[in-house]
T-cell receptor
Framework: AAGVIQSPRHLIKEKRETATLKCYPIPRHDTVYWYQQGPGQDPQFLISFYEKMQSDKGSIPDRFSAQQFSDYHSELNMSSLELGDSALYFC??????????????FGEGSRLTVL | GQSLEQPSEVTAVEGAIVQINCTYQTSGFYGLSWYQQHDGGAPTFLSYNGLDGLEETGRFSSFLSRSDSYGYLLLQELQMKDSASYFCAVRNYGQNFVFGPGTRLSVLP
């Protein structure tokens, strides 16, 4: 079965550079979520999209932006990178029905290292 | 505000039963989910409680009491492969899920 696809899996950037992460949700899933997970931390909600419209916003820095495109894939853009942005970034998707069952399907994550 | 609390670590032996508790305070509540995450891996869904009571899925069961803002995950017949971090997560009135701090389970031979 198709899963959530994230790219790149690993990314190394310098401070003040820009990074873009991509997420391809499971086909027919209508909601995409972005989470940031630091070492030994819980996943922190950043932002979500429902049917290509931003549906909720969490602790996403102003330096970050995200969007969902017509083909439902989503991109997380991060600018002016800081050392503290080094983390695992997960994308997750769900269908409305799955949301009612509390199930998110996570991608394998993109590991960002800022030097 | 929103906050979830879980024990940070639990240790048990193979074949044993372990219970991981979760208490929550959120601005809205639809239900409580549980996820398992191995080191370096993605969180994977285990169980969900939208209503009070016990849900059983194989070796894993989950319980919810809305009046107590409390739930737990019960793992039976522990296996070495169950060593992982376990997160409770609340689905709230926004379109997102808020995760607890996680409980690291170590299963010893």
């Amino acid at each position: 079965a198709a899963g959530v696809i994230q790219s790149p899996r690993h990314l190394i950037k310098e401070k003040r550079e820009t990074a873009t992460l991509k997420c391809y949700p499971i086909p027919r899933h209508d909601t995409v979520y972005w989470y940031q997970q630091g070492p030994g931390q819980d996943p922190q909600f950043l932002i979500s999209f429902y049917e290509k419209m931003q549906s909720d916003k969490g602790s996403i820095p102003d330096r970050f932006s995200a969007q969902q495109f017509s083909d439902y894939h989503s991109e997380l853009n991060m600018s002016s990178l800081e050392l503290g942005d080094s983390a695992l970034y997960f994308c997750a998707s769900s269908m409305t029905d799955n949301r009612d069952t509390g199930e998110l399907f996570f991608g394998e994550g993109s590991r960002l290292t800022v030097l | 505000g929103q906050s979830l609390e879980q024990p940070s670590e639990v240790t048990a032996v193979e074949g044993a039963i372990v219970q991981i508790n979760c208490t929550y305070q959120t601005s809205g509540f639809y239900g409580l989910s549980w996820y398992q995450q191995h080191d370096g891996g993605a969180p994977t869904f285990l169980s969900y409680n939208g209503l009070d009571g016990l849900e059983e899925t194989g070796r894993f069961s989950s319980f919810l009491s809305r009046s107590d803002s409390y739930g737990y995950l019960l793992l039976q017949e522990l296996q070495m492969k169950d060593s992982a971090s376990y997160f409770c997560a609340v689905r709230n009135y926004g379109q997102n899920f808020v995760f607890g701090p996680g409980t690291r389970l170590s299963v010893l031979p």
